[in-house]
C-alpha cells in the first residue's frame, strides 16, 4: 500500500501542485533501530569500535557534575511505539538513578523542525546536558550549532548523525545493525537446521538500519551456510500489514519458500498472520526470524510461531548517563558506543518475557 | 461510464473516435486496457498467477483501497477532496480493542459510527462554513491521527473470534471482506447513477452556483457526501484491523487518501468534479493492486518498482490534464 | 470569392484569409458543410447566421481552435494547418471571443501582453510592460488603469483590455466575435473608431454582432451562413435589413414579422389581481427599497443602465442575492428571503443573464441539465425514474426546438441559443407562476431570438407572470406591457400605456429630459 502512497504522493504533488510532501515520514526508521540487552546495557567489548574517541578537553566542555545537574532529553518520535516508551523510560529512571536535578523530555513527533525548536527550547531553559534520540541523520545542524553556543554537550542516540563527532556531538550509542542481521543468520541457520529457501522482509528502502540488517544478513550466510538459500526480497516497510500482504504474495509466487527473514518485529508478526491465512504454520512450515525485541513477538516464540528474535534494546538510559560520567571524568570516549544485543530463542523466551518491551 | 445516466450513443462515440484516438478515450478507457494488458501479461509470464489462491489474494488485498476510492470519488465528484479518510480508518480501528469487551458488533458499529461524526465534521466545514475542503479535512486528518494516538496507544492484537474471522473467513468461497468491498460498491453504483442524490452531486460538481440557483439542497448533498466517506473509510478501518488482527494506529492507514486519490483519478474521474466514475475506480484500484503483486511476483527491487508506478501515474495525470486543455 | 451567384467587381485589394470547402462535425451535427469564405486586407467583413449556423465554428476553424474535417484554409496565399489558437496568434490573427477570456486576477497590463511580456534579466520588465500598456489603452481613448487587475474592471472595459491585446500583436486579421454585447454605447463607438482605423492600415477584420444596425455602420462587406453553409456574400450597401434577415432565416420577410401580442396591452390584464408583489427591497450596495407588482398574463419590462440594479432585483425575488429588508408576495403567500428554494417551491423562476456560469452545467447532458430542478419530482423514494425524465425531456426538446444530435448530447457542445432554449426548458419544467428573465436574448442570433421572444409572449398568454430584463430598448418596449425603470438601485419611473415608447425610456433611463430629446432625435434619424 505504501508504495502506491509513494507514488501518490506524485499525482498528489503534480495534480494539485500541492506540497503535500510534508507528510511526515513516521519512523519506521527510528522505531526499530537500536537494541538492548539486560535491564543495564553492556557495552560491546570490541575495541575497534570508533575511530580516535573523545576527551572532556578536546570537545572543549566544562566539567559538570551530573547529580543535581538540569539535563534535557530529545525523543524523536512518538512514544506510541514500545521501542520509543521503553527508551524514554529508561533514560528517566537512569536520570533518577544519577540524581540528576531536573529532567526535561521533549517529543518531536518524527518532525525534524519541531526536534530543532524542542532543542532550541531545552538550551533557553538552561539545560546542562543534551541526550538526543535524532529524528533524521541530516538536517539537525541549527540545534546542534546553538548547544556548541551555548557550550552544552550532545550525546546522540540510535539513530547516528551525519555531522563531525567531538566536535558537533561527542559521541554516538546505539546498535551494530550489520551484527544483528549477522546473528539473524546464525539463528536462522539454528532454526532451518542449515537446509531452506528464505524470503526476507526488507525494511524501508534507502535507510541505513534496513541495509545494515540484510548486508549483515547476506554476508554471514554466504561465509558459513551454503545451504541457505535466499530466493526472494520485498520490503514491507517496517510495518505489519504490509509485512503480512507482501508474505501473502509471496507465498503464492514461491510456495516452496520455507523461512523468512523480517528485518523488525512487526513485519515478522504480519507474516505470521499470512502464513496462517495460507493454511500453514508459521515456526514449524516456514521458519520465522526477526529483530527487535517486542513482546508480542517474543509471545510469537513461547507460542511456537515464531522461531528467534535478536534483541534490540531501548534501554539506553544507564549507558548514556554512563557514558557521560566517564567523559566529565576525563576518560576518552569512542566515536561509536556500541552495545551487545542479547537474543530471544525457544529456550529462553518464555524465562525472559519481561525483559521484552 | 459517466453519471449520465446511459453509456453514450454510438453517434457520440463515433465522434469521440474521429476526433483522433484522443485523450478523452484514454482518460475514459486506459484504465481498463491497462488492467487487461497487465493481466494478460501476468498469465503468460508469471508462475502461480492464474491460480485461485492468486487471483482471490488480489481481491482481498485491495478491499480496503477500493472501499476508501469510492467514498473518494464521490467526494471528488463534489469538486472536493477528503484528506482524512487513511486518519479516520485508524480512528476506527483504535476504537475496536477498546470496545471489544462488548462484543464485536459493538465494536464495529461504534468504530463505524466514527466515520460518521468525522464525516459530518468535515461536510459541516466545508458545506455550512465554506472551508476549502482540502483544509478542513487535513484538518481532521492531523486530529484523527493524534485522537487515535491517543486512545489507541501502542498497537494491540486483535484476537476476539468474531473480528477475527470477519478478516480471514468465507462465505461459499468468497471472503467476507470481498463480499462486504462487492456490496458496498454495488451501492455506491446505484446511489450515484440511479438517485437523485447522485444526479445532484454531479451537478454541484459541475457547476455549484447554478445548481444553487437550480434549488438544489447543495448542502445536504455535500454533507451527505463527507459522511458517506467517513463512513466507509471506518468500514476500511475495521476490515483492514481484522484482516491484520491488530490496530496500529500510527500505521493503520498511513498515506490511505493518497491511494485513494490515485485510484480515482487513474479511474478516470477527473479531480475539477462534475463527474464520479465507480467502475474506473474500481479498476483504478485493481491496477495499483495488480501492479503491486507483479513486482512482488517477479522480486523487482524497491526503487525499480516506484520507479515503473510513477510512470503510471504521470501518464494518468498526463491524460487528465490534456483533458482540461481540451475543455478549456 | 467561390461563391458562383455573387460577382464582385473589381477585387481591388489582396485576399489575406480564405476558407475553400470547409466541413466540420460534432457528436453527428454538421456545423460546417463545405464552407467558402474570404476576407480581404483593410476590409470588415461581417459575418451572420443564426444560432448554430456555423458562425462559432467558423471562426475556431480560423483561429486554430479547431481543426477541420475537410477543405482548407488559406492565409496570405498559402495553405495553413494551425494546430492551436496560438500557433495562428503567432501568424498574425487575433481574436476577441464575446465572452472574454483573460486572467481576472492578473493586472490589465499583464493581460495585455500575457506570453509575450517583455522582458529584462530573464524577469518581466514591469515599467516597460506598463508603459506600453498605457499607450495603447489611451489609443483606444479608454481610460483604465493599466496596473489595476482586470477582475475589478467592468465587462466593457474588459473588452477593450482583449481589443488592445490583439492590437498590441500587430495582427493581420483581428476577428472579433460579439465584441459589442457587453459593451455601452460610447465604447461600441470607441471601438468602432478602432475598428476603421485597423482598416485603414490594411488588417482584414471580421466583425460577428447578433446587432444588425452595426453591421451596416461598420462593415463593407457580409457572408451569412445558414446551416453550415455560406449562402449569401455580398457588399453590406444595397443590401436590406429585409434581405439580410431572409438570407440568415432563408424564409420570407414576411413571416418574420411579429405579431405584436403585446398590443392588446391594457384590457386583457385588467381587473387581476397581481401574481408577484415587491416592496422594499433593500440590498446592500445595490438596492434601495424597490417594489414591483406583475399580474398573471402580464410583461413587465426591468429597464435600467448597467448597475441600476436590474439583474440584482430579480436575484433578490429569486432569493440568491442576500437582502436586509423587503417583502416578496407570490399568489398572496410570502416567501422566504433569501432562499432559492423557497422561492421555487412557491412558484418563482429565474433565467439568469450569466449563462455559463450560473447556467448550464457543462458536462452533464441536455437531458439532466433539463430535469436538473425537478429531480425530486421525477424520483421515487429518491430514486430517478428514468423514463418520466424522458419523456418530460422529450416534450419541452420539441416545444422549444432544441436543435442536439441526442438528448443525451454534452450541453457545452450546444450553441449558446441551444443552451439558453435548455435552460428555458429546466426552468418550464418546475412549473413556475412567476418567471423573471435576465437578458434572455444576450449572445443568441435572430432567429433564436424571435423565438424566444414569442416564446416569452406565449407563455404570458398562458397566464405566466413574465418579468423582463433587456438591454434592448426595441425589445423592451415592444415585448413588454408595462416597464418599470431602475437608477442606481431605486424605481426611477414606470411607463404604461401612451408612455411606453422608446423615447421615454431613454428619457427615464437617463433620467434627464434634455437627453431624452437629444434621444428622441437620434430615433427621428
Redesign the interface.
Known amino acids: ?12 504533488a ?3 501542485t ?1 506540497a ?1 510532501a510534508g ?1 511526515t515520514s ?1 519512523g519506521d526508521e527510528g522505531s526499530n533501530t537500536t537494541g538492548g540487552g539486560d535491564d543495564a546495557q553492556v557495552v560491546k567489548e570490541d575495541p575497534s569500535a570508533s575511530g580516535d574517541g573523545c576527551t572532556l578537553e578536546q570537545y572543549g566542555a566544562e566539567k559538570l557534575e551530573l547529580a543535581g545537574a538540569t539535563v534535557g532529553f530529545s525523543q524523536s518520535e ?1 512514544d ?3 521501542f520509543r ?1 521503553a527508551e524514554t523510560e529508561s533514560i528517566k529512571s537512569a536520570a533518577k538513578e544519577v540524581g540528576v536535578g531536573k529532567l526535561i523530555v521533549t517529543n518531536a513527533n518524527a518532525e525534524l523542525p519541531k526536534q530543532i525548536s524542542d532543542i532550541q527550547d531545552m538550551l533557553n531553559q538552561g539545560v546542562e546536558f543534551l541526550i538526543v534520540a535524532p529524528v533524521n541523520s541530516d538536517g539537525l545542524d541549527p540545534a546542534l550549532d546553538a548547544a556548541k553556543e551555548a557550550g552544552v554537550p550532545v550525546l546522540t542516540i540510535d539513530r547516528k548523525v551525519t555531522n563531525a563527532s567531538c566536535e558537533d556531538y561527542i559521541a554516538f550509542l546505539g546498535s551494530d545493525f550489520y551484527d544483528q542481521g549477522s546473528r539473524a543468520a546464525d539463528a536462522m541457520n539454528e532454526a532451518t537446521g542449515g537446509e531452506g529457501k528464505v524470503a526476507i522482509l ?1 525494511g524501508s ?1 534507502g535507510n541505513n538500519v534496513t541495509d545494515n540488517r540484510n548486508a549483515g544478513f547476506k554476508d554471514k550466510v554466504e561465509s558459513d551456510y551454503p545451504g541457505l538459500e535466499i530466493v ?4 514491507g516497510n517496517f ?3 504490509e509485512g ?3 508474505t ?3 507465498l ?2 514461491n ?1 516452496d519458500i520455507t523461512a523468512i527473514y523480517a528485518h523488525n518485529d ?1 513485519m515478522a ?2 507474516a505470521v ?1 499470512a502464513i496462517k ?2 493454511g500453514l504454520k508459521p515456526g514449524t512450515d516456514i521458519k520465522i526470524v526477526s529483530i527487535d525485541g517486542t513482546r ?1 513477538a517474543v509471545q510469537g516464540i513461547v507460542d511456537g510461531e515464531i522461531n528467534a528474535v535478536i534483541e534490540s534494546n531501548p534501554r539506553f538510559g544507564p549507558l548514556a548517563f554512563e557514558t557521560a560520567q566517564k567523559f566529565y571524568d576525563g576518560e576518552t570516549i569512542p566515536e561509536d558506543v556500541i552495545i551487545v544485543d542479547d537474543e530471544y530463542t525457544t529456550e529462553n523466551a518464555e524465562a525472559d518475557l519481561d525483559k521484552a518491551f | 461510464m459517466t ?4 453509456p ?2 454510438r ?2 462515440a ?2 469521440r473516435r ?1 476526433r483522433g484516438l484522443d485523450l478523452d478515450w484514454v482518460r475514459t478507457n486506459g484504465v481498463y486496457v491497462a488492467l487487461a494488458l497487465l493481466f494478460l501479461l501476468n498469465v503468460v509470464w ?3 498467477f492464474l ?1 485461485e ?2 487471483l482471490l ?1 488480489q481481491l ?2 485491495v478491499t ?2 477500493v472501499i476508501v476510492a469510492l467514498g473518494m470519488a464521490l467526494v471528488i465528484g463534489t469538486e472536493g477532496i477528503d484528506l482524512s479518510v487513511g486518519a479516520v480508518m485508524a480512528l476506527a480501528a483504535a476504537l475496536i480493542p477498546l470496545y471489544v469487551g462488548y462484543g464485536a458488533a459493538m465494536a464495529i458499529l461504534i468504530a463505524v459510527l466514527v466515520g460518521f461524526v468525522t464525516g459530518s465534521l468535515a461536510g459541516s466545514m466545508v458545506a455550512v462554513v465554506g472551508v476549502q475542503p ?1 483544509v478542513a479535512t487535513l484538518g481532521i486528518m492531523v486530529a484523527g491521527r493524534g485522537v487515535a ?1 491517543l486512545l ?4 494491540k ?1 486483535i484476537r476476539e473470534p468474531g473480528i477475527v474471522s470477519l478478516g ?1 473467513e468465507s462465505l461459499l468461497g468468497v471472503p467476507y471482506v470481498v463480499l462486504i468491498a462487492a456490496v458496498i460498491a454495488a451501492l455506491v453504483w446505484f446511489a450515484a447513477r ?4 447522485g ?2 452531486l ?2 454541484i460538481g ?2 455549484k ?9 447543495v448542502k445536504r448533498v455535500v454533507i451527505t457526501t463527507y459522511v458517506v466517506a467517513g463512513v466507509l473509510a471506518a468500514i476500511a478501518g475495521v476490515l ?1 484491523a481484522a ?4 490496530s ?5 492507514g ?3 487518501e ?2 485513494a ?2 485510484a480515482v ?1 487513474i479511474g478516470g474521474t477527473p ?1 475539477s468534479g ?2 464520479v466514475r465507480i467502475i474506473g475506480t474500481i479498476a483504478g484500484a485493481l491496477l ?1 493492486q495488480l ?3 507483479t ?3 517477479h ?1 523487482i527491487p ?2 525499480t ?2 520507479m515503473a ?2 510512470v ?3 501518464a ?2 498526463y491524460v ?2 490534456g483533458r482540461r486543455r481540451s ?1 478549456s | 470569392m467561390t461563391d458562383p451567384t455573387i460577382t464582385v467587381t473589381e477585387p481591388r485589394t489582396a485576399t489575406v484569409l480564405e476558407t475553400a470547402g470547409v466541413t466540420k ?4 451535427v454538421h456545423a460546417l458543410r463545405g464552407v467558402d469564405f474570404s476576407l480581404a486586407e483593410g476590409e470588415v467583413h461581417a459575418l451572420v447566421g443564426e444560432n448554430g449556423a456555423g458562425k462559432s465554428t467558423l471562426i475556431k476553424v480560423l483561429t486554430g481552435v479547431h481543426r477541420p ?1 475537410g477543405g482548407e484554409v488559406r492565409y496570405r496565399g498559402g495553405r495553413v494547418d494551425f494546430a492551436q489558437p496560438a500557433a495562428a496568434q503567432r501568424a498574425g490573427i487575433s481574436t476577441i471571443y464575446q465572452e472574454v477570456n483573460l486572467v481576472p486576477l492578473l493586472s490589465v497590463a499583464r493581460n495585455i501582453y500575457l506570453g509575450r511580456e517583455p522582458r529584462r534579466y530573464g524577469l518581466i520588465d514591469v515599467p516597460t510592460m506598463e508603459r506600453d500598456a498605457r499607450e495603447l489603452v489611451e489609443r483606444l481613448g479608454v481610460h483604465i488603469d493599466v496596473r489595476e487587475d482586470l477582475g475589478r474592471l467592468g465587462l466593457g472595459a474588459q473588452q477593450m483590455v482583449a481589443l488592445a491585446r490583439a492590437m498590441s500583436v500587430d495582427s493581420r486579421v483581428v476577428i472579433m466575435d460579439e465584441p459589442t454585447s457587453s459593451l455601452e454605447a460610447r465604447e461600441v463607438a470607441t471601438l468602432f473608431d478602432v475598428s476603421r482605423s485597423l482598416r485603414d492600415q490594411g488588417v482584414g477584420l471580421v466583425f460577428v454582432s447578433h446587432r444588425l444596425d452595426e453591421l451596416w455602420q461598420l462593415c463593407d462587406r457580409v457572408t451569412v451562413l445558414r446551416d453550415g453553409r455560406d449562402v449569401h456574400t455580398g457588399r453590406m450597401d444595397g443590401l436590406t435589413r429585409t434581405g439580410l434577415v431572409s438570407h440568415m432565416l432563408g424564409r420570407d420577410a414576411g413571416e418574420l414579422a411579429r405579431d405584436g401580442a403585446t398590443e392588446f396591452g391594457e384590457s386583457h390584464l385588467q381587473g387581476r389581481e397581481p401574481v408577484l408583489s415587491v416592496a422594499g427591497i433593500d440590498a446592500r450596495n445595490t438596492l434601495r427599497g424597490v417594489g414591483l407588482t406583475v399580474r398573471p398574463g402580464e410583461v413587465l419590462g426591468l429597464g435600467g443602465l448597467l448597475g441600476s440594479g436590474r439583474s440584482e432585483t430579480v436575484k433578490a425575488i ?1 432569493g ?1 442575492l442576500p437582502t436586509q429588508a423587503g417583502e416578496v408576495i407570490v399568489d398572496g403567500r410570502p416567501v422566504h428571503r433569501n432562499s ?2 423557497h ?3 412557491s412558484g418563482v423562476a ?1 433565467l ?1 443573464e450569466d449563462r455559463k ?9 441536455v ?2 441539465n433539463i ?3 425537478v ?2 419530482r ?2 421515487r423514494m ?3 425514474s ?1 423514463s418520466r ?1 424522458d419523456k418530460l425531456v422529450e416534450t419541452f426538446m420539441g416545444k422549444l426546438r432544441i436543435k442536439a ?2 438528448p ?2 454534452l450541453v ?1 457542445e450546444l450553441s449558446g441559443g441551444n443552451q439558453q432554449k435548455v435552460l428555458i426548458a ?1 426552468w418550464l419544467c ?1 412549473e413556475p407562476r412567476v418567471f423573471l428573465l435576465d437578458e434572455p436574448t444576450r449572445g443568441i442570433d435572430v432567429g433564436a431570438k424571435a423565438e424566444v421572444q414569442s416564446l416569452i409572449d406565449e407563455l404570458a398568454e398562458q397566464g405566466l407572470a413574465v418579468v423582463l430584463i433587456s438591454s434592448e430598448m426595441d425589445e423592451l418596449v415592444e415585448g413588454a406591457d408595462r416597464i418599470v425603470v431602475l437608477r442606481d438601485g431605486a424605481v426611477e419611473a414606470e411607463l404604461d400605456g401612451a408612455d411606453l415608447t422608446s423615447s421615454a425610456l431613454l428619457a427615464a433611463l437617463a433620467g434627464d429630459i434634455a437627453q431624452a430629446d437629444a434621444a428622441a432625435q437620434e430615433e427621428d434619424r
Open positions: 500500500m505504501t508504495r502506491s502512497s509513494i507514488v501518490s504522493r506524485m499525482v498528489v503534480s495534480a494539485f500541492l503535500l507528510c513516521t512518538p506510541t511505539a514500545a516508551a526488507l528502502s526472494v526480497e520485498q520490503t510495518a505489519r500489514d503480512q500482504s507482501v501473502e504474495q509471496l503464492q509466487s510456495p512487526e508478526l504480519g498472520t491465512a495460507a508480542n | 453519471t449520465t445516466a446511459t453514450p450513443t453517434a457520440e463515433e465522434t474521429r508469471t508462475n502461480n491460480t489462491r492468486t489474494l482481498i488485498q480496503p483501497v482540502i494516538n489507541g496507544g501502542e498497537i492484537t480471514s440511479r438517485t437523485t442524490y444526479r445532484q454531479v451537478a459541475g457547476n452556483r447554478a445548481a444553487e440557483l437550480a434549488g438544489l439542497p483492514l484482516r491484520s488482527q491488530a496500529d494506529p500510527t500505521k493503520l498511513q498515506l490511505m493518497l491511494s486519490i490515485t483519478v479531480l462534475g463527474q495499483m501492479i503491486f503483486a513486482l512482488v511476483f522480486n524497491d526503487s518498482a516506484q508506478q510513477a503510471i501515474v504521470i494518468a495525470v487528465q490534464m475543455t | 462535425s460534432f457528436g453527428g474535417d429569486y440568491a432559492v428554494r422561492a421555487l417551491r429565474l439568469s456560469a450560473e447556467g448550464i452545467i457543462p458536462d452533464l447532458s437531458r439532466d430535469a436538473l430542478a429531480l425530486p421525477m424520483s429518491g430514486i430517478v428514468e425524465i444530435s441526442s443525451r448530447q457545452r429546466r418546475t
